[in-house]
């Protein structure tokens, strides 16, 4: 993760919980008590977040010094202690409740995704994510798909080009929008299709298309299209592939499979805090 981008992120974050001031805590703790809270895990799962909590707690106040226990991509156990931190009382409570919220939703994600890439159970295709992801989370739910073992897909509209059916709609063909992207821009951008017919297919692979996505298409289908698709061209598909029907596309023979429940309707791993006075 861009280290810069994530102090940023946290900073917003603490600002939009903190506000002005945590009215409750500065009311009940002295400024220089010191305590410690711990992390546990009340789940099974994947662990994502140490950078969350190093950085997070930096960020609030240098001089709390924090403890790891596991990294990311460990698997954790219920009742498992994941991290420790210690300083002062006001900034570690201030921080809490936005670290826990983060690293409950990146563990989720991890774990979700080793689950589909557990499934698959494939070496040649691999498991990507989209971009439905929670706005202003995107960087951070992207990493955990890959701790989990997947990968990214682009990052947003500015990084690759993806033809989707309204764009096809608006241009008129999927031969006048490849030809228009390509006019306008350079040449180490990858431009992908998305297909829903095999006469789509191959008007993409005509026009040029470096990536052609199968969308919403069945297994049989894919097998039984792909054979058009040159080696040179990569493949990917999409739309109504979900954890119970995952396998069934294990052999189907393209080079990724995009997930958008990995980051979407993720359940958050259980994490909670302990905390002791010093």
């Known amino acids: 993760m861009n280290q810069l981008k994530l102090q940023k992120l946290l900073e917003t974050f603490f600002m939009e919980d903190i506000g002005e ?4 805590t500065d009311s009940i703790f002295p400024k220089e008590q010191q305590g410690e809270i711990v992390f546990l895990s009340k789940d099974n799962g994947l662990f994502c977040g140490e950078e969350i909590i190093r950085v997070g707690f930096q960020v609030l106040n240098p001089s709390i010094q924090v403890d790891l226990v596991v990294q990311d991509g460990v698997r954790v156990e219920n009742g498992q202690k994941l991290a420790t931190a210690k300083g002062n009382i006001r900034d570690l409570l201030k921080g809490e409740r936005v670290i826990l919220n983060l690293i409950q939703r990146m563990s989720g994600i991890a774990t979700n995704t080793r689950q589909a890439v557990d499934t698959l159970n494939s070496t040649y295709t691999k498991i990507c994510d989209t971009r439905k992801t929670t ?20 990052f947003g509209l500015y990084d690759a080009v993806m033809i989707k059916d309204n764009h096809i709609a608006f241009a008129g063909s999927i031969a006048k929008a490849v030809k228009a992207v390509k006019e306008n821009i350079g040449h180490m951008v990858k431009v992908e299709v998305e297909t829903e017919t095999k006469e789509q297919m191959l008007e993409a692979l005509a026009a040029g298309a470096d990536v052609i996505m199968f969308d919403n298409r069945t297994p049989e289908e894919i097998v039984e299209w792909i054979v058009h698709v040159p080696e040179t061209v990569t493949t990917e598909a999409s739309g109504g592939i979900t954890l119970e029907n995952l396998a069934s596309y294990r052999d189907c023979g393209v080079d990724y499979l995009s997930l958008g429940f990995l980051t979407h309707s993720v359940k958050a791993l259980d994490i909670s805090v302990k905390v002791s006075i010093l």
């Open 135 to 154: 706005p202003g989370l995107r960087m951070l739910e992207k990493y955990a798909v890959t701790v989990g073992g997947g990968y990214n897909h682009r």
């Open 21 to 24: 001031k945590d009215i409750t």
